[in-house]
């Protein structure tokens, strides 16, 4: 585990989280209730194990984008996204409620059992040789068809719209939150639920810390936030799979490097004991999940009132099951 303070910090520069109508807009959705604050080992998670359904938070943002895409591309037929498994499958299940297609591109290393989770929610699931940022790459130039819409949680360049949405779909999440917490860890991938949680932190919840939680063999955040730009990194695999993740977004990166008060890495090992501990516990959380609690446990959160962000459930029932006989 290694903590790693940001030393570009400078929360006014932070942009301000969604409005009110997006939460007023998750409410409406029917299912809809706050996902629990629970209490293991002393410490506070948010369980987002169960959300609408889905076994991860990113249904929050799927479906605020969507929202936000059709309204202003109301001719969208096909969504079209990149994922490592849980926000294609969410983008999957609110085309189907919608009426939409819906093709995800996966990278080479995603497992089996997601791509058939996916693919059960009714979309196309498109293999690419190659990492994550591949299938990013591959699915905007397919997203420019007729009657198709990019769906993305990430972006490669600066840009507009869903990538933005995706973020401000996430403030529901962290509205949530009534305890009282002066750290908040969250799991770190491309950066998007980190984004949402820096800018709530800093407008709406003054004082509290907000640290990234990354895998020790994909910390692009942390070798970003070394450098003071975004930066890239070899990525020889991860367990925690929804973070296996080379480049940070570059629609989130500004607010992570003015927001962020710091970094940790965990590695695979760490993160599965966490997972198999809350298991003991009664809760089914998976790797990603795991992370911030590995991180707490770890002694690198800087303050005496921590909340964890547990941002998964099984997500990958067959890698799920492995760990927990391991």
């Keep these: 585990m290694t903590f790693t303070p940001n030393p570009h910090f400078r929360p006014d520069a932070v942009p301000p989280p969604a409005g009110p109508e997006v939460q007023a807009f998750h409410r409406g959705m ?7 604050i629970r209490t293991v080992d002393g410490v506070r998670l948010k369980d987002e194990s169960n959300r609408f359904g889905l076994p991860a ?11 936000r895409t059709v309204r202003a591309h109301p001719d969208t037929r096909v969504l079209v996204t990149a994922s490592a498994g849980n926000h294609g499958r969410a983008v999957a299940r ?3 409620q919608r009426g939409l297609g819906c093709r995800v591109y996966l990278p080479v290393v995603t497992s089996a059992s997601r791509a058939d989770l996916i693919a ?3 979309a196309d699931v498109v293999r690419v040789d190659g990492d994550y940022n591949a299938a990013v790459a591959l699915a ?6 007729p009657g198709a819409a990019l769906l993305a949680d990430t972006a490669l ?11 401000d779909g996430y403030s529901t999440l962290f509205r949530e939150i009534d ?7 969250v799991p770190t991938g491309v950066g998007s639920l980190a984004a949402a949680a820096v800018r709530w932190a800093v407008h709406e919840r003054p004082g509290t810390a907000v640290v990234a939680v990354e895998p020790a063999t994909a910390a692009c955040v942390t070798a970003s936030i070394v ?5 890239a990194v070899d990525t020889p695999g991860t367990t925690m799979a929804g973070m296996d993740c080379a480049t940070p977004s570059a629609v989130a990166w500004p607010t992570l490097l003015h927001g962020l008060t710091g970094t940790i890495t965990v590695t695979d090992v760490q993160a599965a004991r966490a997972m198999r501990d809350l298991a003991v516990a009664g809760l089914t959380i998976g790797d990603c999940g795991a992370a911030t609690l590995a991180a707490w446990r770890a002694g690198g959160a800087p303050g005496r009132s921590v909340l964890c962000v547990a941002t998964e459930g099984a997500s990958d029932p067959d890698a799920y099951a492995r760990a927990l006989s391991a």
Excluded: C, N, Q
Excluded at 140 to 145: C, D, G, I
Excluded at 157 to 167: C, D, H, K, L, S
Excluded at 179 to 185: I, Q, R, T
């Design 94 to 96: 609110v085309a189907a």
């Design 179 to 185: 305890v009282p917490a002066d750290v908040l860890l």
């Design 140 to 145: 905007e130039r397919h997203a420019a068809e």
């Design 227 to 231: 450098v003071g730009r975004m930066a």
């Design 30 to 36: 029917p299912g809809y209730r706050p996902s629990p």
């Design 157 to 167: 360049e600066p840009a507009t719209g869903p990538p933005e949405w995706v973020i």
């Design 57 to 67: 938070f990113k249904i929050l943002g799927a479906s605020w984008a969507v929202e």
């Design 120 to 122: 059960a929610e009714g």
